[in-house]
């Protein structure tokens, strides 16, 4: 959803652009970053980073990974809070299956996320565990898209759905 909103705000030729840009500079610094885990032989990307650029590159890194993970962790409780206890423009899931009632207000889900989901991922003594967690947080997106094509083309098909156009 936000590559289309960046795409209306900057506009086809600089928006291709800048995809083409980011790009480049991701392979580059993949580049690197394999280029120095290969000659030093560490497996963290800390010591990688520290190796390369120095101890203030690495916590600067570190810095930046906590910032963008608690983004992302913000992201993903807020679009949670919207899908199941709904928003203005839709009715949420558990308003949907359960009714209206205390369990369907958003601070209450969100918590419930946080301390259900969070704390148990948090007191996981190795993330390897989560390896098959990870291979079906990849594929839950593609069955979803097949899902959605399949549905939209039967009701293609049955005349329910126009093209538009």
């Known amino acids: 959803m ?3 909103a960046t795409m209306k705000v900057l506009g086809l030729v600089l928006g291709i652009f800048l995809i083409i840009l980011i790009g ?5 610094s993949v580049e690197m970053l394999i280029r120095f885990a290969v000659s030093c ?4 990307y800390g010591e990688v980073v520290q190796i390369a650029m120095g101890r203030t590159a690495k916590v600067l890194s570190e810095i930046c990974i906590i910032v963008n993970n608690a983004g992302v962790l913000i992201v993903y409780l807020i679009i949670m809070g919207d899908v199941l206890s709904g928003s203005v423009r839709h009715i ?3 308003d949907q299956w359960l009714g209206h009632g205390f369990w369907d207000h958003r601070k209450l889900l969100v918590l419930v996320v946080m301390v259900v989901f969070l704390a148990a991922l948090c007191v996981l ?8 967690t990870s291979a079906a947080s990849v594929a839950l997106p593609v069955v979803f898209v097949v ?5 939209a083309f039967i009701k293609l ?3 329910r759905y126009r093209l538009q156009g």
Do not use: H, N, T, Y
């Open 92 to 94: 949420g899931v558990l």
């Open 157 to 159: 098909i049955e005349g």
């Open 125 to 132: 003594d190795r993330i390897d565990s989560l390896s098959m």
């Open 2 to 4: 936000a590559l289309p």
């Open 41 to 44: 032989k560490d497996r963290s």
């Open 147 to 151: 899902v959605c094509f399949v549905v």
């Open 24 to 28: 480049i500079l991701s392979e580059i």
